[in-house]
C-alpha cells in the first residue's frame, strides 16, 4: 500500500522480533501513526478496540498474537488461554479462528522450546499468502471490470467505470492490497478509468475516514457519500458495479459483511447492477450453511452510534483547539443506542464470488468447484 509514496504493510514483525508493528487505524485519516504491541494481551487489545481490522488482518494479528504469548510462556496452558482470549476479541470474522486454529495446529506437538519460533514463521506464512491472494483477487476482479466496461453503450464508452463499495476492504483490511478494492487498485494501474463511490459506513466511518484515505494516497478518483444515496444513484445509472468485502462467507454462498451491505445488494438487485463480493479462501465457513440464522452478530458499543469522532474545525478566529481530534455525542442524553455491527446477504443477491482461486456462482456447487478438496 502507498502512504505519501511509501510502501507499507498493515502488519510487520519488528527487528528485533519480539513485537509486531501496525498501523493504527483509529488515527486515521487525520493522523498516520504506527503501534508496537509486545504481548499478546496487547494483541488482543488491538484487534477488539479496531487498531487493526478487517477480518484478514485480524486472522493475521492474532497469529501473531499467539506467538507473542509463547515469547512469554510457551507451555500449553498459555497457548489455550492465549487462543481462547484472542478468538475471543471479535467473534463474527471466520479469519480470527481460522488463523488461530492453524497456528495451534502447527505449534502444539512441537516441544516448548520451538513453538514461539514456529508461530513466527507459521504466522508470517499467512501474512505473505494474504498478498498473495489478494493481489489474485484484484486480478479476477480487474477483468470482470474490463468486460463490463466494454461492454457499455457506446456513448459511454471511455467514460470512468462507477463502482460503489461499503466499509473498508482495502489494503488496510489485510497485509496488502485488500479484497474488495483489489480490483479497484488493479484497474487504475491498468489505465481502466474508473471512479468509486465510497459509502461512509456509520457508525465507525470505515468508508469515509479508511477507503477515502487509501484511495486518495493512490490516486483512484472518488467521492465519498452517505450510506443512504447509494440506491439513488443506482435508480440513475450512476453504478456500474458494487463490490465489497465479506468477513464470514456460509458455504451455499451468504455473506456476511458490515452492517448496509444487505441494503446495498438489495437495491442493486433492483436496478439490475450486478453486485460482486471479494473473499479469499480463509473467509469461507464450510461448517456453516443458512448465514441470518447461524452467524453470530457481534453487537458493538451502543456509544458508536450515539457518538462520532472528528478532527475539530476553526472558526477562522486560529483557535488552539483547531485541527485536534475529539470525540462529540450526537444523540440526546437518555437515548439509548444498538450496533449491531454486520448484516448478512443472502446468495441470491450476489452475482458472484470473486476469490483468489477465480470467480465463483454464490452457490455451494459454485464454491465447491473451487475449493472441493478443501472443503
Same mark, same amino acid.
Given at each position: 500500500?502507498?502512504?505519501?509514496?511509501?510502501?507499507?504493510?498493515?502488519?510487520?514483525?519488528?527487528?528485533?522480533?519480539?513485537?509486531?508493528?501496525?498501523?493504527?487505524?483509529?488515527?486515521?485519516?487525520?493522523?498516520?501513526?504506527?503501534?508496537?504491541?509486545?504481548?499478546?494481551?496487547e494483541?488482543?487489545?488491538?484487534?477488539?478496540?479496531?487498531?487493526?481490522?478487517?477480518?484478514?488482518?485480524?486472522?493475521?494479528?492474532?497469529?501473531?498474537?499467539?506467538?507473542?504469548?509463547?515469547q512469554?510462556?510457551?507451555?500449553?496452558?498459555?497457548?489455550?488461554?492465549?487462543?481462547?482470549?484472542?478468538?475471543?476479541?471479535?467473534?463474527?470474522?471466520?479469519?480470527?479462528r481460522?488463523?488461530?486454529?492453524?497456528?495451534?495446529?502447527?505449534?502444539?506437538?512441537?516441544?516448548?522450546? &520451538?513453538? $514461539?519460533? /514456529?508461530?513466527? *514463521? @507459521?504466522?508470517a506464512?499467512i501474512a505473505?499468502?494474504?498478498?498473495?491472494? %489478494?493481489? =489474485?483477487?484484484?486480478?479476477?476482479?480487474?477483468?470482470?471490470?474490463? &468486460?463490463? $466496461?466494454a /461492454?457499455?453503450? *457506446? @456513448?459511454?464508452?471511455?467514460?470512468?467505470?462507477?463502482?460503489?463499495?461499503? %466499509?473498508? =476492504?482495502?489494503?488496510?483490511?489485510?497485509?496488502?492490497?485488500?479484497?474488495?478494492? $483489489?480490483?479497484?487498485?488493479? *484497474?487504475?494501474?491498468?489505465?481502466?478509468?474508473?471512479?468509486?463511490?465510497?459509502?461512509?459506513?456509520?457508525p465507525?466511518?470505515?468508508?469515509?475516514?479508511?477507503?477515502?484515505?487509501?484511495?486518495?494516497?493512490?490516486?483512484?478518483?472518488?467521492?465519498?457519500?452517505?450510506?443512504?444515496?447509494?440506491?439513488?444513484?443506482?435508480?440513475?445509472?450512476?453504478?456500474?458495479?458494487?463490490?465489497?468485502?465479506?468477513?464470514?462467507?456460509?458455504?451455499?454462498?451468504?455473506?456476511?459483511?458490515?452492517?448496509?451491505?444487505?441494503?446495498k445488494?438489495?437495491?442493486?438487485?433492483?436496478?439490475?447492477?450486478?453486485?460482486?463480493?471479494?473473499?479469499?479462501?480463509?473467509t469461507?465457513?464450510?461448517?456453516?450453511?443458512?448465514?441470518?440464522?447461524?452467524?453470530?452478530?457481534?453487537a458493538?458499543?451502543?456509544?458508536?452510534?450515539?457518538?462520532?469522532?472528528?478532527?475539530l474545525?476553526?472558526?477562522?478566529?486560529?483557535?488552539?483547539?483547531?485541527?485536534?481530534?475529539?470525540?462529540?455525542?450526537?444523540?440526546?442524553?437518555?437515548?439509548?443506542?444498538?450496533?449491531?455491527?454486520?448484516?448478512?446477504?443472502?446468495?441470491?443477491?450476489?452475482t458472484?464470488?470473486?476469490?483468489e482461486?477465480?470467480?465463483?456462482?454464490?452457490?455451494?456447487?459454485?464454491?465447491?468447484?473451487?475449493?472441493?478438496?478443501?472443503?
Amino acid at each position: 500500500m502507498n502512504i505519501d509514496g511509501k510502501a507499507w504493510r498493515t502488519i510487520w514483525l519488528e527487528p528485533d522480533g519480539r513485537a509486531v508493528g501496525v498501523i493504527d487505524q483509529t488515527q486515521l485519516p487525520h493522523r498516520f501513526t504506527t503501534r508496537s504491541l509486545s504481548s499478546c494481551a496487547e494483541a488482543a487489545e488491538a484487534i477488539r478496540t479496531m487498531v487493526v481490522r478487517g477480518a484478514p488482518l485480524i486472522g493475521v494479528t492474532g497469529a501473531y498474537g499467539l506467538m507473542l504469548a509463547l515469547q512469554a510462556d510457551p507451555g500449553d496452558a498459555s497457548l489455550a488461554a492465549a487462543f481462547e482470549a484472542l478468538n475471543a476479541t471479535r467473534p463474527t470474522a471466520i479469519n480470527l479462528r481460522w488463523a488461530l486454529e492453524r497456528v495451534r495446529s502447527k505449534v502444539q506437538p512441537l516441544p516448548p522450546a &520451538e513453538r $514461539a519460533e /514456529a508461530a513466527q *514463521a @507459521e504466522a508470517a506464512a499467512i501474512a505473505d499468502e494474504d498478498v498473495a491472494m %489478494c493481489e =489474485a483477487i484484484g486480478d479476477h476482479g480487474l477483468r470482470i471490470f474490463q &468486460e463490463l $466496461a466494454a /461492454a457499455r453503450p *457506446a @456513448e459511454r464508452q471511455g467514460q470512468p467505470f462507477n463502482v460503489l463499495t461499503h %466499509c473498508n =476492504a482495502g489494503w488496510l483490511a489485510t497485509v496488502d492490497w485488500g479484497t474488495a478494492l $483489489a480490483p479497484i487498485y488493479k *484497474a487504475h494501474r491498468a489505465g481502466l478509468p474508473i471512479h468509486v463511490w465510497v459509502d461512509e459506513t456509520r457508525p465507525r466511518n470505515q468508508g469515509a475516514s479508511l477507503t477515502a484515505f487509501e484511495l486518495g494516497q493512490e490516486g483512484v478518483p472518488h467521492t465519498v457519500i452517505v450510506d443512504n444515496a447509494g440506491g439513488h444513484l443506482m435508480q440513475h445509472g450512476q453504478v456500474d458495479a458494487v463490490i465489497v468485502g465479506t468477513d464470514r462467507t456460509t458455504r451455499r454462498g451468504d455473506v456476511c459483511n458490515k452492517i448496509g451491505t444487505y441494503l446495498k445488494a438489495l437495491a442493486a438487485h433492483d436496478n439490475g447492477v450486478p453486485f460482486y463480493v471479494a473473499l479469499p479462501a480463509s473467509t469461507i465457513d464450510w461448517t456453516i450453511d443458512d448465514g441470518v440464522a447461524e452467524i453470530p452478530i457481534e453487537a458493538r458499543s451502543a456509544e458508536e452510534v450515539t457518538a462520532i469522532q472528528g478532527r475539530l474545525l476553526g472558526g477562522g478566529g486560529g483557535s488552539s483547539v483547531e485541527g485536534q481530534l475529539a470525540t462529540v455525542q450526537l444523540t440526546p442524553n437518555g437515548s439509548p443506542g444498538f450496533n449491531p455491527a454486520f448484516d448478512v446477504t443472502p446468495a441470491r443477491l450476489v452475482t458472484a464470488l470473486i476469490t483468489e482461486r477465480g470467480v465463483a456462482q454464490a452457490s455451494e456447487p459454485g464454491l465447491r468447484q473451487l475449493y472441493d478438496h478443501d472443503a
